[in-house]
Nanobody
Framework: QVQLVESGGGLVQAGGSLRLSCAAS????????MGWFRQAPGKEREFVAL????????SYIDSVKGRFTISRDNAKNTVTLQMNSLKPEDTAVYYC?????????????????WGQGTQVTVSS
């Protein structure tokens, strides 16, 4: 069992930055691939970024490439999403999630454990 808790959300103006953190407890994160997903009002939840167990491999949705960076610190059992050049369309609840799969994919059905989410609001 893994418990995930996100933090770092908030209100920011367009062009600003936020740093989301996901802290894990219960089991070491190094045995899980990690992902960030988001859900905007009235929309389905979508994949944002993922990172492999070692951190050597990452992947992003096209709309955040070059602006968002996912990273992890297995010693601290944390995963971070650095978000720069934020746009109003990035407004959503952001969730971190963990998958035990060796091959990680942007498919939310692969992810077993989820955090409660943190709200990110970008004003224009």
């Amino acid at each position: 069992q893994v418990q995930l808790v996100e933090s770092g959300g908030g209100l920011v103006q367009a062009g600003g930055s936020l740093r989301l953190s996901c802290a894990a407890s219960g089991r070491t994160l190094s045995t899980y691939g990690m992902g960030w997903f988001r859900q905007a009002p009235g929309k389905e939840r979508e994949f944002v970024a993922l990172i492999s167990r070692s951190g050597s491999s990452t992947s992003y949705i096209d709309s955040v490439k070059g602006r968002f960076t996912i990273s992890r610190d297995n010693a601290k059992n944390t995963v971070t999403l650095q978000m720069n050049s934020l746009k109003p369309e990035d407004t959503a609840v952001y969730y971190c999630a963990a998958t035990p799969r060796l091959t990680i994919r942007p498919n939310e059905n692969d992810y077993t454990y989820w955090g409660q989410g943190t709200q990110v609001t970008v004003s224009s």
